[in-house]
């Protein structure tokens, strides 16, 4: 079992920035992929970002590249998340996932992660 928190949430100014941590336990996050997902009132969870097990390969939805970064630590058991230049519609609450077995062209897909945590509001007015 992985047991999995983030936090970093909060209310930001369009245009700020904010960071985001998914905190892991229980398991390392080494053999997992790791993927941030969002989910906007009334809307689906989408896809944000997703990252492998050994940090070497990004993806990104496209309405976030160039302004989400995500990364990993894996010493630290953490995953984090950039997001600059924030944009009132990237307002949602942000989960992260870990999938335990996953291949190149699945990373954006909700079904193929394991554990998910509880998600953290990110709010960004305008």
């Known amino acids: 079992q992985v047991q999995l928190v983030e936090s970093g949430g909060g209310l930001v100014q369009a245009g700020g920035s904010l960071r985001l941590s998914c905190a892991a336990s229980?398991?390392?996050?080494?053999?997992?992929?790791m993927g941030w997902f969002r989910q906007a009132p009334g809307k689906e969870r989408d896809f944000v970002a997703a990252?492998?097990?050994?940090?070497?390969?990004?993806y990104y939805a496209d309405s976030v590249k160039g302004r989400f970064t995500i990364s990993r630590d894996n010493a630290k058991n953490t995953v984090y998340l950039q997001m600059n230049s924030l944009k009132p519609e990237d307002t949602a609450v942000y989960y992260c996932?870990?999938?335990?077995?996953?291949?190149?062209?699945?990373?954006?897909?909700?079904?193929?992660?394991?554990?998910w945590g509880q998600g953290t509001q990110v709010t960004v007015s305008s």
């Open positions: 990252i492998t097990r050994s940090g070497s390969t990004t």
């Open positions: 996932g870990a999938a335990a077995a996953i291949y190149s062209g699945s990373y954006s897909m909700g079904n193929r992660y394991n554990y």
């Open positions: 229980g398991r390392t996050i080494s053999t997992y992929a």
